[in-house]
């Protein structure tokens, strides 16, 4: 029996913090990489192949928003007080240096930790996620209706994750969820249809940029790698375009006939793209500087 200490086998560990319990798991040894989940996500939620590929570079380690999942606390309707759940639990760990990695609301998370912390991060990946402006792609209405459904199945999974036109995206879709339903034991809590709206709620709020989180975004020396489906149905990709000159020290991934998941669809080539912008990109900011 392998000793080994992979995603489905890593123990659920808290630490307390500020008046509450944060939820997380760690694996694998290196840099440490920070990951903050979806919209109703909890630790159950990423694929262990995604995770387990990052470890074998990375201590990844996966978190609970407080009031989400096993974290106690309030689940608030403020990205930025999600973000604080970050900055709380690196100084909880130890970490003066993280690199900061978010899919979908924790993409919005993710930004939020650059800018209200920039000294902490020194990479952020963004994965299937809204940069903070108003949306003019077409968010489409089945997102939503298959979002907050009270319980979701694989077609409901491969519609919101996938690319359910194409039959690779599909049968990735069926691997993936066949690999995160490997975990049986030491299972964490659902999100509760009171927290979920409260993320509805933080996401609108995001968007609005009522923070500047853009400008930010804009002056940031901080290297940015947005990793998209080109079919997102939630956060269309077009509107990363419209930013595209925009932001110096950002780099846009697209993959194609994917979803609101390219790192679940394509797990090994996500990381392989991960970590050559993580090892490449300072040189290129250097570069770029004329240093």
């Given at each position: 029996?392998?000793?080994?200490i992979?995603?489905v086998?890593?123990?659920?560990k808290?630490?307390?913090?500020?008046?509450?319990?944060?939820?997380?798991?760690?694996?694998?040894?290196?840099?440490?990489?920070i990951?903050?989940?979806?919209?109703?996500?909890?630790?159950?939620?990423?694929?262990?192949?995604?995770?387990?590929?990052?470890?074998?570079?990375?201590?990844?380690?996966?978190?609970?928003?407080?009031?989400?999942?096993?974290?106690?606390?309030?689940?608030?309707?403020?990205?930025?007080?999600?973000?604080?759940?970050?900055?709380?639990?690196?100084?909880?760990?130890?970490?003066?240096?993280?690199?900061?990695?978010?899919?979908?609301?924790?993409?919005?998370?993710?930004?939020?930790?650059?800018n209200?912390?920039?000294e902490?991060?020194?990479?952020?990946?963004?994965?299937?996620?809204?940069?903070?402006?108003?949306?003019?792609?077409?968010?489409?209405?089945?997102?939503?209706?298959?979002?907050?459904?009270?319980?979701?199945?694989?077609?409901?999974?491969?519609?919101?994750?996938?690319?359910?036109?194409?039959?690779?995206?599909?049968?990735?879709?069926?691997?993936?969820?066949?690999r995160?339903?490997?975990?049986?034991?030491?299972?964490?809590?659902?999100?509760?249809?009171?927290?979920?709206s409260?993320?509805?709620?933080?996401?609108?709020?995001?968007?609005?940029?009522?923070?500047?989180?853009?400008?930010?975004?804009?002056?940031?020396?901080?290297?940015?790698?947005?990793?998209?489906?080109?079919?997102?149905?939630?956060?269309?990709v077009?509107?990363?375009?419209?930013?595209?000159?925009?932001?110096?020290?950002t780099?846009?991934?697209?993959?194609?006939?994917?979803?609101?998941?390219?790192?679940?669809?394509?797990?090994?080539?996500?990381v392989?793209?991960?970590?050559?912008?993580?090892?490449?990109?300072?040189?290129?900011?250097?570069?770029?500087?004329?240093?």
């Amino acid at each position: 029996m392998s000793n080994i200490i992979n995603a489905v086998s890593a123990k659920t560990k808290f630490v307390e913090t500020g008046g509450r319990k944060i939820a997380y798991r760690s694996i694998g040894s290196g840099q440490p990489i920070i990951l903050v989940n979806r919209f109703r996500g909890n630790l159950d939620t990423w694929d262990p192949a995604f995770l387990d590929a990052l470890a074998s570079t990375y201590n990844v380690i996966t978190i609970d928003y407080s009031g989400i999942g096993l974290s106690t606390g309030v689940c608030t309707t403020d990205v930025y007080e999600m973000a604080k759940d970050v900055k709380d639990i690196a100084e909880a760990l130890r970490l003066t240096k993280i690199i900061m990695a978010g899919w979908s609301l924790g993409g919005m998370v993710a930004q939020a930790v650059i800018n209200q912390y920039p000294e902490l991060v020194s990479h952020a990946i963004l994965i299937g996620t809204s940069p903070p402006i108003k949306s003019k792609g077409v968010s489409e209405k089945l997102f939503w209706e298959r979002a907050l459904k009270p319980v979701t199945n694989l077609d409901d999974g491969t519609i919101l994750f996938f690319e359910p036109q194409s039959e690779s995206s599909k049968n990735a879709a069926k691997l993936s969820f066949g690999r995160i339903v490997k975990r049986t034991e030491d299972l964490d809590n659902p999100v509760s249809k009171e927290c979920y709206s409260n993320q509805q709620k933080a996401i609108d709020q995001f968007r609005e940029d009522k923070n500047g989180a853009l400008a930010k975004l804009e002056s940031s020396e901080i290297p940015i790698l947005v990793f998209m489906g080109d079919h997102d149905i939630g956060f269309p990709v077009e509107d990363w375009y419209r930013l595209v000159g925009k932001l110096p020290s950002t780099q846009l991934i697209v993959m194609p006939q994917a979803g609101h998941a390219p790192q679940h669809q394509y797990p090994d080539l996500a990381v392989k793209y991960i970590a050559s912008f993580i090892e490449n990109s300072n040189e290129s900011i250097k570069q770029r500087s004329g240093l």
